[in-house]
């Protein structure tokens, strides 16, 4: 299951959520995408760029792939939502090395 974002980090602020961009971005697409792509962020983190999804219905925040290494190690976004099992077998794995 892919991670999206409710809210985002701009640049040495604050969080926001994403509604702030999307009613920013109904208003004057333009200025939306010039004021925030490239400069937001992993709300929890703070490190890993966000990338807009912008489809018909379907408007979400996501980092990209490739992009995911740049969360913070501890960062809870690193990981594709996990299940139950795989997120006990990451801390019984993190625990083994302490
Ligand atoms: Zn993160």
């Known amino acids: 299951m892919k991670n999206t974002y409710g809210e985002f980090y701009f640049e040495n602020e604050k ?3 994403a509604s702030v961009y999307w009613d920013f971005y109904d208003k004057n697409p333009q200025d939306a995408i010039r004021k925030y792509i490239g400069h937001i962020f992993c709300p929890l983190c703070n ?3 966000l990338t807009v999804a912008n489809g018909n219905k379907l408007r979400y925040f ?3 792939e490739s992009d995911r290494d740049k969360h913070d190690l501890f960062c809870s976004y690193r990981h594709d939502k ?4 795989e997120t006990e077998k990451f ?3 993190w625990i083994a090395l302490i």
């Open 47 to 49: 490190l890993a760029p």
């Open 91 to 93: 801390y019984e794995d």
């Open 62 to 64: 996501k980092v990209i």
């Open 15 to 17: 969080n926001y959520p």
């Open 82 to 85: 996990a299940n139950k099992k």
